[in-house]
Nanobody, 113 residues
Framework: VQLQASGGGLVQAGGSLRLSCAAS??????MGWYRQAPGEQREVVAV???????TYADSVKGRFTIDRDNAKNTVFLQMNIVKPEDTAIYYC??????????WGRGTQVTVSS
């Protein structure tokens, strides 16, 4: 099972970034994104069910949108109006129909002020 994330990078505050993550080798049920800032614990950003129901952390509601393409087993995170506090390593997450959990290697997102 592999989760391949892409789309991270450097962006100015107020700008936008789109992350994507393709899962291979498994059928994904819940998919989502977590992030970990330096010195902080990993925290959930957004998750989405196989039926398309999203759940967001309060800190990103109204700014980030998660969606998925089930045919391609891919999840996306559209990040708008980014803030310096969004700077972190973003990890793709997937849980398959057997409740096995998988993580991608992470992609760095840096927001400059």
């Amino acid at each position: 099972v592999q989760l391949q994330a892409s789309g991270g990078g450097l962006v100015q505050a107020g700008g936008s970034l789109r992350l994507s993550c393709a899962a291979s080798g498994t059928i994904s049920n819940t998919m989502g994104w977590y992030r970990q800032a330096p010195g902080e614990q990993r925290e959930v950003v957004a998750v989405i069910s196989s039926g398309g129901k999203p759940t967001y952390a309060d800190s990103v509601k109204g700014r980030f949108t998660i969606d998925r393409d089930n045919a391609k087993n891919t999840v996306f995170l559209q990040m708008n109006i980014v803030k310096p506090e969004d700077t972190a390593i973003y990890y793709c997450y997937a849980m398959n129909i057997y409740a096995h959990q998988y993580w991608g290697r992470g992609t760095q997102v840096t927001v400059s002020s």
